[in-house]
């Protein structure tokens, strides 16, 4: 189940979902979550919300940084994410893709931190016949999570 929340998260957060329904006003979230998101980012700023079936999505500037963060249906804080520029990848993580996949180019990359799991990235990797979407650990693990085509 926690593998398929996440799928759900990663695809809707790279894809977008063209059918979320808004909730209240750009600034005043009301979801269940409200109260978590606010303690958790007290300075959040350009707040819009959705509510995507099983969770919450809630994109907001905090800091300076554009990011994401997901609620479960009780409140409950799911996952944060933001984009990062393949350049900003930790060292490690640089390394591990590129002696890994030698003819990949990463075209996205997303810095995740899930309330179980902690901090990893998702990141998309086009080669010449397959596109994939890894999963990379801090340490530079890297899974396959979804193999595509170009």
């Known amino acids: 189940m926690k593998h398929l929340s996440i799928a759900v998260i990663l695809l809707l957060t790279i894809i977008g979902n063209t059918y979320a329904t808004p909730l209240s006003g750009k600034n005043d979230p009301t979801f269940v979550g409200a109260a978590n998101f606010y303690h958790q ?9 959705k509510v995507k079936g099983l969770y919450t999505e809630v994109n ?3 800091n300076g940084l554009q990011l994401q963060a997901f609620y479960d249906n009780d409140g409950n804080p799911m996952a944060t994410t933001r984009t990062v520029g393949r350049n900003d990848l930790p060292i490690n993580v640089q390394v591990s ?5 030698t003819d990949g180019v990463v075209t996205d990359a997303i810095e995740y931190t899930d309330e ?23 340490s530079g693990e890297i899974s396959v999570y979804k193999k595509m085509k170009p």
């Open 41 to 49: 980012y007290p300075q959040a700023t350009d707040i819009h919300c």
């Open 97 to 101: 893709l590129k002696k890994q996949y």
């Open 116 to 138: 179980n799991d902690g901090l990893s990235y998702f990141v998309t990797l086009a080669r010449p016949k397959v596109t994939y979407l890894l999963r990379v650990s801090t």
């Open 60 to 62: 907001f500037t905090w």
